[in-house]
């Protein structure tokens, strides 16, 4: 399985990006999707998650009411529709899969490659 993560950016504070993650092989109901990011020097963390089949949604706190994950079964792909964007949003975004859902990205088994998304003050 190979995902393709692509949309980043240099947006300015308040700013939109809509961040994309194509996926090679079909995407099963019981799978979920999810982004997550990484800051320079710091650990790789969840943003957001998307259960395929039934479109259950999970967020950080700190991107609640900002960011939506959405997906296209059609098109197996997932998105994630970042507003009202922080500098501290700053990272390298990577889509991930994985079997169930966690917030542990040791528990996603397929990523991206990932894309950079630079929000300047």
């Known amino acids: 399985v190979q995902l393709q993560a692509s949309g980043g950016g240099l947006v300015q504070t308040g700013g939109s990006l809509r961040l994309s993650c194509a996926a090679s092989a079909r995407t099963y109901s019981s799978h979920v999707m999810g982004w997550f990011r990484q800051a320079p020097g710091q650990e790789r963390l969840f943003v957001a998650a998307?259960?395929?089949?039934?479109?259950?949604?999970y967020y950080t706190d700190s991107v609640k009411g900002r960011f939506t994950i959405s997906r296209d079964k059609a098109d197996n792909t997932l998105y994630l529709q970042m507003d009202s964007l922080k500098p501290e949003d700053t990272a390298v975004y990577y889509c991930?899969?994985?079997?169930?859902?966690?917030?542990?990205?040791?528990?996603?088994?397929?990523w991206g490659q990932g894309t950079l998304v630079t929000v300047s003050s």
């Open positions: 991930a899969r994985a079997n169930r859902y966690d917030t542990a990205a040791s528990n996603y088994d397929y």
């Open positions: 998307i259960r395929w089949g039934t479109g259950a949604t």
